[in-house]
């Protein structure tokens, strides 16, 4: 199959919400003929809660803003030093389903890791990407129409301290972890590159750059 045109948006570091209410309306305004899009962004700190999210994993959030989304999943933070990947796809047009997605979400991260020589591995029954049992990346997904929106986090070089004032993904005490930490890279600008070449690979996509602005 040859590969399909996608933009990827840089959008830098943004606010969560603003984000999340422009990935509904391109995904309520998109047609069949519309390219996919990759949006790259760094949040400022926000806990999220997916529609299966509940309160009680949220356990000391003190200033950091909790917001209910409209994603898979339970409750997860987004802060600067972390990259986040919202794929925007025509899943019907890629001919995927979502199990098939998520598993080429998840070796995306793997791949990526593996340009350090970091080895991971995804766990069955809990969505993400692991090392040693640590969480280095969470997925959270909406599809709609067959289009998705929302989707990975990555941990780069980030405060990791806010994960423990919560469950992470709804887990009591499970062990987070950044690329960093592992022996990787310093900054998100070095794994950017990696991680949407190898996201461009599992889809099989084109990818071309375009201003962030379009997008939020």
């Known amino acids: 199959m040859s590969a399909l045109p996608a933009l990827v948006r840089d959008l830098g570091r943004r606010p969560y919400e603003p984000v999340w209410r422009a990935m509904q309306r391109f995904t309520d ?4 003929g519309t390219p996919d899009e990759l949006w790259v962004v760094e949040h400022d700190p926000v806990f ?5 999210g509940r309160d009680e994993h949220v ?24 990259v986040v990947v919202y794929p925007l ?39 993400g990407v692991y090392v040693a049992g640590a969480k280095v990346a969470s997925l959270g997904i909406r599809v709609r129409r067959g289009c998705t929106f929302h989707g990975l986090a990555f941990n780069v070089a980030m405060d990791l301290e806010p994960f423990g004032r919560i469950n992470p993904c709804g ?15 310093s900054g998100v600008d070095a794994v950017k590159p990696v991680l949407l070449a190898e996201l461009a690979r599992q889809f099989a996509l084109r990818i071309e750059t375009a201003p962030p602005a379009a997008a939020a």
């Open 171 to 185: 887990y009591q005490g499970l062990r987070v972890t950044s690329v960093l930490d592992l022996g990787g890279p």
């Open 59 to 82: 356990l000391a959030p003190g200033d950091i803003p909790v917001l209910h989304v409209d994603r898979g999943g339970q409750v997860t933070y987004h802060g600067p030093g972390q």
């Open 29 to 32: 305004a998109r047609g069949a």
């Open 89 to 127: 796809l025509d899943l019907r047009r890629l001919g995927l389903g979502v199990r098939e997605y998520v598993e080429r979400l998840e070796q995306a991260v793997i791949d990526t890791l593996a340009e350090w020589n970091i080895g991971a591995a995804r766990r069955e029954g809990a969505p």
């Open 48 to 52: 999220t809660l997916g529609q299966a």
